[in-house]
């Protein structure tokens, strides 16, 4: 039997680069092997959007074309939507009991996102419980594998945490799931920020048009000691060169470039409208497959559904040894 993936997104955007790169591509890679499924966590993305539902439910049909877009094929990957599947919530509601108020608010992602969002003392308790709801994400299939972003590692340690004690307490049920990042583990945003991010306004969207795109590649953060195309400039950790680096299959003219930029001999103009031409490369194939299911509601909407009824019927196995384990099987 093939080995489970279970992974997804939160439905408050569009997808962008840094997506692709952390987790989309190794989903793609993976669907043959695997069986692989993806859900849409809308309850998730509930827990700080929850007075902008409208956001959540457009952009349910945005992720779901984004990944169609990349590849990822309905017919080998279920695709499911989270809010559907009551057994998540039940889960969760068991799980709670096996952690700690203090360990769910230690988890460095959550407490990134505490401060980012400016929550300060009021916390919604949703939003701080949510690690313990991506354990019951994780878990409610037997996932063996979570293809995700950096960022999402420790959720993937404290499943496993609550996997243990589970597992402890009331005999084995679940596996304890495997996290698996990217080759490229952070990919910058334009602006030179480390980390690529819809709320930070950096992003390269897989979905950018090529004006779009040749609009954001060329106002894009480089050495900022770099003046005049004759100054010498610094390669390293500079995010023209790093999107060189990660998506130029061209290996010897990225180092071309390097040394150049280096001894100050080529300007910055040269290396961004290459680098467009790379990324736009990159994205033509992604835009035109999108542009196959685009308006295609029903056709969207039925894979939802399907992805939707065929996790509910594995959702239902996993309960029943879940109630025989926690002995509240009384009928
Ligand atoms: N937390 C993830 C994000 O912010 C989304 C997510 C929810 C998820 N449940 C999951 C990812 C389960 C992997 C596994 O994008």
Redesign the pocket.
């Known amino acids: 039997m093939k080995k489970r993936i279970?992974?997804?997104?939160?439905p408050t955007g569009k997808m962008h680069l840094g997506h692709y790169v952390g987790s989309l591509k190794n989903r793609v890679k993976l669907q043959d092997t695997y069986e692989q499924f993806i859900?849409i966590?809308d309850v998730?993305a509930l827990t700080d959007n929850f007075d902008n539902p409208e956001k959540v439910r457009a952009s349910i049909k945005e992720v779901l074309l984004d990944y169609l877009s990349v590849g990822i094929d309905p017919q080998k990957t279920t695709i499911f939507i989270?809010s559907f599947i009551p057994e998540i919530a039940e889960l969760t509601v068991f799980y709670l009991n096996l952690v700690t108020l203090e360990r769910v608010l230690r988890n460095p992602t959550v407490k990134d996102e505490i401060k980012q969002k400016g929550f300060g003392k009021n916390i919604p308790a949703g939003f701080a419980m949510?690690p313990v709801?991506?354990a019951a994400?994780?878990t409610f299939l037997n996932a063996h594998l979570?293809p995700?972003?950096e960022?999402?590692l420790p959720?993937i340690e404290q499943t496993r945490e609550i996997v243990r004690k589970f597992n402890s307490l009331y005999g084995k049920v679940f596996v304890e799931p495997e996290a698996l990042v990217g080759e490229v583990k952070r990919l910058p945003g334009i602006d030179g920020n480390a980390k690529m991010g819809k709320s930070l306004g950096n992003a390269i969207y897989l979905s950018d048009s090529e004006e779009e795109l040749k609009r954001k590649v060329m106002g894009m953060y480089t050495d900022p000691k770099r003046i005049h195309p004759t100054d010498p400039g610094n390669p390293e950790g500079n995010p023209v060169f790093i999107y060189h680096d990660v998506f130029n299959p061209n290996r010897d003219e990225v180092e071309d470039f390097k040394k150049r930029y280096k001894e100050g001999k080529i300007g910055d103009v040269e290396i961004k409208t290459r680098l467009f031409e790379v990324l736009n490369n990159f994205l033509e194939p992604i835009r035109e497959k999108r542009s196959k299911f685009e308006g295609k509601d029903k056709e969207l909407d039925e894979i939802l559904l399907a992805g939707t009824k065929k996790t509910l019927d594995v959702a239902s196995e996993t309960m029943q040894k879940v109630r025989k384990a926690m002995k509240i099987d009384y009928f």
């Open positions: 279970l992974t997804g997104d939160r859900m966590a998730q989270q949510y709801s991506q994400d994780i979570v995700v972003g960022d999402q959720m």
